[in-house]
Nanobody, 124 residues
């Protein structure tokens, strides 16, 4: 069982930055590839970025490249640095994990574990 807890969300003006954190309660964090998704009201869950077990493979949604950066430590956390935020980035951001540690997948249904999410609100 993997418990994921996100933090770091909040309200920010357009152009601002936030850094999200996701802490995993798991015995062997390196077994898992990690990703961030987001979901805005009335919209489908959307892949934001993902990182494999050792950081050698990282992927981002094409529309977010250059503004968002995903990283992880060796212990139990994955991060999402979000810069130059726009109102359309407003959403609940969710952390997810899957056990195919070496790859990054973009499909939400492939993920085994999810956090509860943290709200990010960007005002214009």
């Amino acid at each position: 069982q993997v418990l994921l807890v996100e933090s770091g969300g909040g309200s920010v003006q357009a152009g601002g930055s936030l850094k999200l954190s996701c802490v995993a309660s798991v015995r062997t964090f390196s077994r898992y590839a990690m990703s961030w998704f987001r979901q805005a009201p009335g919209k489908e869950r959307e892949f934001v970025g993902g990182i494999n077990w050792n950081g050698s493979r990282i992927q981002y949604a094409d529309s977010l490249k250059g503004r968002f950066t995903i990283s992880r430590n060796n212990q139990n956390a994955v991060y999402l640095q979000m810069n130059s935020l726009k109102p359309e980035d407003t959403a609940v951001y969710l952390c997810a994990a899957h056990e195919r540690q070496s790859i990054v997948v973009r499909t939400s249904t492939d993920y085994d574990y999810w956090g509860q999410g943290t709200q990010v609100t960007v005002s214009s």
